[in-house]
Structure formats: C-alpha cells, structure tokens
C-alpha cells in the first residue's frame, strides 16, 4: 500500500505539473505545450544483455530494439539559452503495441540523476529521474550522449552504479510531419512498471496534454 504522504504529495506535484502544462499551453499552440519542436529519427537500440540478471528480461537478454526517436527541448527556448533538453524513445512491442521511455536532461551521480537541469547544449546526460520497480527494487535509466549519431544508455538501482543497457544509433531522420505522442504512462516498458506515486505524478500532467490536444481538434 502507497504511504498516504507519498501519495498526497505526488497528487500535489501532479495538479502543479499540469498547471504548468495548461499555462504554458495558453501561451503555445495546445497540441504541443511541451517540447514544441524536436528532432525525429529511426534508431536501433541494440542490448547486449546483463551479465548479473536481475529478472527483467528486457535488460537481461540481449537484442535489438526498432525505435523512434526524438530530441527536442522541453520548452523550445532559442539555442543559446539553457533548456531541459529531452530523448524519447518508443519501442515497438507487438504489432499494434508499444513502450514509450522518456528521459530528460540531469546530473550522472546518484544524487543529481533524480533533479532536472537545464543545459547549455545537447551534449549533457539524461535519466528518467523518477524510478521504475523492478524484482531489484527502484531503477532509474540514463542515456550519455556518445557522438551526433548516438547514446550510450544505462541502468541502475536507486543510489548504486551504473550498468550498460544499449547503444542506441540514429539511423535516418524522419519527416518534419512525423507525430508521435510519447506517453510512459499508457505505453510502459516491458518488465518495468511505475510505482503508484510516480503515475500520479504523471498522469496529471500527460491527461491535461491529451485533453489540450483533443480540445484543439474539436
């Protein structure tokens, strides 16, 4: 069971993220309040698997992974000045099913990967900041910038190292046109699942997007 200040405050953070959201939308055209232009790409994750498995599949085995790509900055400021820069990648997961992973612009070390930090350019590391549950207890994944054309992306227990998980290429971009509505709630990674708290957190904010969205379209 959530401990009821977790849950009250993670309600709290939630109703502010999607104050945000409305606002920011208020001033931007609603279908994207966020993160308003971005790059697209086809990539490929490939994972060479985990030496210590830690009963998630999807980390453990190794593989290649299709994915679309996106980077882009959470609130499209001019070049020069500092932005929370973002990577979203979504997995295929069947033939109509997928898994959206979201990352954004952080410290590396145990401490600062948990708090949000606007960077001077794109060459900066990104994590999920909020942890995922796995059989291990609470992850985080980070992704290092390597060269233009890739990440390297890792793994690890709150607090702990790090442990390789893939390298993801950027293999061709796509269209300008390319629409793609990333959401980590609706689509979660296979073997991860959200902790309780950090879905309230969320889902506040991605609901009040996808009603923005909806609203335009009316």
């Known amino acids: 069971m959530a401990n009821p200040v977790i849950t009250t405050a993670a309600d709290l953070a939630g109703r502010a993220l999607a104050t945000v959201t409305r606002g920011v939308a208020a001033v931007r055209h609603p279908d994207k309040p966020l993160h308003p232009d971005g790059e697209m790409y086809a990539g490929r994750l490939a994972r060479p698997g985990s030496g210590r498995p830690i009963g998630v599949p999807w980390i453990d085995q190794g593989g290649e992974d299709e994915v679309i790509v996106r980077i882009s900055r959470a609130l499209g400021l001019p070049g020069p000045v500092p932005d929370v820069h973002g990577l979203a990648l979504r997995l295929r997961k069947g ?41 291990i207890g609470p992850l985080v994944i980070g992704a290092r910038p390597v060269d233009v ?11 702990r190292e790090w442990h390789p998980l893939g390298d993801l290429t950027l293999e061709m971009p796509l269209p300008e046109e390319t629409e793609v509505s990333f ?32 609203a335009s379209h009316a």
Request: glycine share 4%; hydrophobic share 40%; with cysteine.
């Open 149 to 159: 054309r890739g990440y390297e992306l890792c793994w690890a227990a709150v607090g």
């Open 183 to 214: 959401d980590p709630v609706v689509n979660p990674l296979p073997g991860l699942a959200q902790y309780a708290w950090v879905e309230r957190l969320r889902e506040q904010s991605y609901a009040a997007a996808r009603r923005l969205r909806r």
């Open 95 to 135: 033939q109509t099913r997928y898994a959206d992973l979201l990352l954004a612009s952080t410290g590396w070390d145990p401490i600062t990967r948990h708090l949000l930090m606007p960077a001077w350019n794109a060459h900066w590391p990104l994590t999920t900041l909020l942890p995922y549950r796995s059989p």
